[in-house]
């Protein structure tokens, strides 16, 4: 195969899991944002996260002023732990989540071995993508249709 059809082969893949991962997000219970994520490795899904409060907490994640609680865990922090637990490894995977990570997270997913980033929202903070970059993650922005 050609390096022009490798390239739109995984184009198309990253729109494809850039989509699941916008689908995933539903299932946060987060009101201010809903974040999904997924790890994938070797065309398959080895994790999956969406933001939301610990397991056993109740899932509620903001508070009566509608701030977010200070223990919510991040989409990519989930699916990152959830790796934790696992027999899988996240070394060499491509992470896929709906908004641009944060520098906390940023700094789990350079330790996680993750070596691509696909993302389809851009926050007004961009130090964590400046950290994926000089960290020499691959980094994607890839807006879904909707949003462009």
Request: net charge neutral.
């Amino acid at each position: 195969m050609d390096n022009e059809s490798a390239k739109a082969k995984q184009e198309n893949l990253d729109k494809r899991y850039i989509r699941m991962a916008n689908i995933w997000a539903e299932n946060s219970y987060c009101k201010r944002r809903q974040v999904g994520t997924l790890i994938v490795k070797d065309k398959m899904i080895i994790s999956d996260g969406y933001n939301g409060t610990p397991a056993g907490f109740e899932n509620v994640c903001e508070d009566e002023n509608n701030v977010t609680k200070p223990y919510v865990l991040h989409a990519e922090a989930n699916a990152i732990t959830k790796i934790a637990r696992s027999n899988n490894s996240s070394d060499g995977a491509t992470m896929y989540v709906t908004a641009s990570p944060c520098i906390e997270c940023s700094k789990l997913i350079i330790q996680a071995g993750i070596k691509r980033v696909v993302y389809s929202e851009k926050y007004r903070l961009e130090d964590g993508i400046e950290l994926l970059k000089r960290a020499g993650i691959e980094v994607v922005y890839l807006p879904l249709p909707e949003q462009s």
